[in-house]
């Protein structure tokens, strides 16, 4: 069994980037968060990504709103960030509280800086392949690890286990795309016989947000397994009172899979490395356009 060290693989992605980033100077790319109330794990997202802008020598800047923001005022910054031309990426953090449209919020940033890839153009770009649409950053950060990892995908069967905006459905439209030529299976919480389909798959993207859901079982000897799950699971002998969970059985799926992916150290680090290329390559594009 081989472990896809997405610790690695990231820092590998981040190295390229600085020195990118550096070649740019005295431009500096600029990603704009906004953090919308004050859930633990959206925190903890947005420092960690806050973190490596910095690491790589980009800005980052942040507006947090109360749990209570109306829509338009939500709007009204997205149109200030949208109108600074210092700002090349713009990220709203999910999820947002029930009273916001998340397609509405994701579809008022301005498609350049769209650099999370949810907007209604990026997808639709996405799905058109037109080159340099903005992916969204897990799925991209999937891609990156199967690519990097040397995992030959072309022929091979896919099979995503989830469809959420976020990373099901593009990691889908990635998959099937010419850079990948994989057959690809969706399967969600409402498919007959998940285990059947899943075991079919030669590679299985877990994004289902249920901890260990994923069991031995369900995997065809020797496929690859890529855990996007990052479940949150109390347990009084951590430090902060929880652990972070995948959506794999790691410790059984390992004996059974050729190659798996880690939580923590996996996805995650990717996620945040695909943001930090995405930022950059809006930047450079705003650059060229003068
Ligand atoms: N929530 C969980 N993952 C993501 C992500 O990649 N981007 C944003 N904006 N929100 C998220």
Redo the contacts with the bound molecule.
């Keep these: 069994m081989r472990l896809i060290d997405g610790n690695l693989i990231a820092q590998e992605v981040l190295a390229e980037i600085k020195a990118r980033v550096a070649r740019l100077a005295p431009i500096i790319p600029h990603v704009a968060f906004i953090r919308v109330g004050e859930d633990p794990a959206?925190v903890s997202?947005v420092t960690k990504k806050q973190k490596t802008a910095a690491e790589v020598g980009m800005q980052a800047s942040i507006k947090v709103f109360p749990e209570t923001v109306t829509q338009a005022d939500l709007f009204k910054h997205i149109d200030a960030l949208n109108a600074d031309s210092s700002v090349h990426g713009i990220?709203?953090?999910?999820?947002l509280p029930k009273h916001l449209s998340e397609t509405d919020v994701f579809n008022r940033v301005a498609s350049q800086k769209d650099v999370?890839g949810?907007g209604t153009l990026s997808i639709g770009k996405l799905v058109q392949e037109i080159p340099g649409a903005f992916a969204?950053?897990?799925p991209a950060g999937v891609i990156e690890l199967l690519k990097r990892s040397n995992i030959e995908t072309t022929g091979k069967h896919a099979v995503v286990v989830g469809r959420s905006l976020?990373v099901g459905k593009p990691a889908a439209i990635l998959l099937i795309s010419k850079a990948c030529n994989c057959t690809v299976t969706i399967t969600h919480s409402q498919t007959k016989d998940l285990s059947a389909i899943v075991r079919q798959a030669d590679i299985v993207i877990a994004a289902i947000g249920k901890p260990k859901f994923i069991t031995a079982d369900m995997i065809k000897p020797g496929a690859v397994v890529i855990d996007v799950g990052i479940n949150r699971v109390a347990d009084a002998t951590k430090k902060n009172g929880y652990a972070l969970i995948g959506d794999v059985d790691f410790e059984n799926v390992s004996k059974v899979s050729s190659a798996i992916s880690p939580v923590p150290g996996g996805v995650g680090p990717m996620?945040v490395a695909m943001l930090m290329k995405n930022t950059l390559d809006a930047c450079e594009r705003a650059n060229a356009r003068g």
């Design positions: 959206s997202y990220l709203i953090q999910a999820p999370d949810f969204a950053c897990t976020i996620t």
